[in-house]
């Protein structure tokens, strides 16, 4: 095979290859290692391929491409800038958006070779082109321009030829393009802001942050729910955090909120900035943040109260997500009588609502459920042990009523909120004096499909590694529920047939 290649390489840089031989270069190019590619290219056969994408037969271009992305991997970075330079800079200008991907993926895996990095940043033109591809009609291209960028900004180097050079006036040009091009720019600057405290100062003294949270604190709704999700990606990061509280950003996005009790067009905005604060919690501190801005709880309840669905489905994740640790539990907790009404409109929501917020009330059931082993105080037992209580009167029968149902996203939320109780003593007790539920969750028979199987499984190994299951189940049913274990969630038992003579 390794001949075959070689041999078509030669024929296309001779210009002998038709379109025949180029699908069969593609073919056999797929089943020769990396190693013997290598060995076999010439930089005739490389020059050769990239002029054969100058011609507009898309099929021609469409295999050059298939051919190059093979190969060029299969080279060192450093000899593909130092050889293909003018090849990759043509690429960049080529009509078809799966050359300049081509092109753009390879400036991207270039730039992670510490050798061949200078050599990129030493072609200011060829950066050029690639910020003027987040401007790009397609969207794949802009993915992949802001991927590269994204990659170079990783070294010092990269960061003061993005940002202390001309080709920051080349940024601040393509966002005029449109405002879609703009927030492409915004993503890629959060992107590199992401990485390190030095990576935002770059970005912050660039004058692109200032302008993001302009845009985040204008007077256009649309504008404000597009700015809040970047500006969330930047507070995952320690380094975001304490840049965005200096600027006194998390204060101007609370007194939005304030502000939104009068504003007609809030709902546009609104979940945006709640789902910003709730994700500030899980990663800061819940009991913090709840304390320093109670606007933020306050309008989760208000919105869970609501007779809005999309509110209420962004109120029910915002819970999910805060009341995922012990701290954003108890932080709940304090609110007491009021959670406690709004974990009964929860569960009616869990059995009544469209499907969609249905799931994501059963998500966010099994997360504020779950204690983990370690953090299983007689305090948070009886608090969860009273959260599903307040679920519904029959809590243990609502959820499995939904994991009878023939809709496997319900079956399977329904077992995850078991599994997330299957470990608390409470929820063994309940489940052993409901007539029929041990039986039912050994019974492989009512789970139809790969998802349900899996969901099962992770059901009953939840329960086998809790200390108390053996207690209190009994050693039938413990013994019944380690076999399914070890058997595995796929596990099918085989039936035995008895040929009868003269049978068909």
């Known amino acids: ?66 051919i190059l992305e093979r190969l060029l991997p299969a080279l060192d970075p450093l000899y593909v800038i130092q050889n293909l330079r003018e090849e990759l800079q043509k690429g960049l200008f080529h009509p078809d958006d799966s050359v300049k991907i081509l092109t753009i ?79 492409r720019v915004y993503e890629l600057i959060v992107e590199i802001s992401s990485v390190s405290a030095d990576s935002l100062n770059y970005c912050a003294n660039s004058g692109l942050i200032s302008e993001l949270i302009g845009e985040l604190t204008g007077d256009d709704v649309l504008v404000r729910a597009t700015c809040i999700e970047m500006v969330t990606s930047l507070a995952h990061t320690p380094h975001g955090r304490q840049y965005l509280a200096q600027q006194g950003i998390i204060d101007k996005i609370s007194n939005i909120i304030v ?61 999910g997500v805060l009341g995922s640790n012990v701290e954003g539990k108890q932080v709940l907790q304090k609110t007491r009588s009021r959670f406690q009404n709004l974990l009964n409109r929860i569960g009616h929501q869990a059995k009544n609502a469209p499907t969609e917020l249905r799931l994501r009330c059963l998500d966010a059931i099994s997360s504020l459920l779950y204690l983990p082993p370690e953090q299983q105080t007689e305090d948070l037992l009886r608090m969860t042990e009273s959260w599903f209580t307040s679920l519904s009167s029959q809590p243990l029968e609502l959820f499995r009523s939904i994991s009878t149902q023939p809709f496997p996203d319900l079956h399977c939320g329904a077992l995850r909120v078991f599994t997330a109780i299957a470990n608390q003593p409470w929820a063994q007790k309940l489940m052993l004096d409901s007539p029929g539920f041990v039986e039912y969750i050994v019974d492989r028979s009512v789970e139809p499909d790969k998802a349900s199987k899996d969901a099962k499984y992770e059901l009953v190994k939840a329960l086998v590694n809790s200390k108390t299951i053996a207690e209190i189940f009994g050693n039938q049913y413990y013994l019944r529920l380690r076999a399914y274990l070890r058997e595995g969630p796929y596990y099918v038992k085989a039936v035995s047939t008895t040929a009868v003579e003269g049978a068909e």
């Open 1 to 66: 095979m390794a001949e075959a290649v070689t041999e078509l390489l030669e024929r296309a840089a001779r210009r002998e290859a038709p379109l025949e031989e180029l699908r069969a270069l593609r073919l056999a190019v797929q089943a020769v290692p990396p190693a013997a590619l290598r060995a076999r290219l010439s930089d005739d056969h490389l020059g050769a391929l990239f002029a054969l994408l100058s011609v507009n037969d898309r099929e021609q271009v469409s295999a050059c491409v298939s």
């Open 105 to 183: 993926s390879q400036v991207g895996r270039i730039v992670e070779n510490s050798d061949a990095v200078a050599e990129v940043l030493n072609s200011p033109e060829l950066l050029r082109q690639i910020i003027n591809c987040i401007g790009g009609e397609k969207i794949a291209v802009a993915k992949e321009a802001i991927k590269s960028l994204s990659r170079i900004a990783q070294t010092q180097d990269g960061l003061e030829a993005l940002f202390v050079s001309s080709l920051l006036s080349d940024l601040k040009n393509v966002m005029a393009t449109s405002d879609v091009v703009r927030y």
């Open 259 to 319: 502000g939104a009790e009068s504003d007609p067009f809030s709902g546009f905005y609104l979940p945006g900035f709640v789902k910003f604060f709730g994700n500030l919690a899980v990663v800061d501190s819940p009991q913090q943040i709840c304390e320093r801005y109670p606007v933020f709880m306050e309008k989760v309840f208000e919105m869970a109260e609501s007779n809005d669905p999309t509110m209420i489905g962004v109120a029910v994740d915002t819970l």
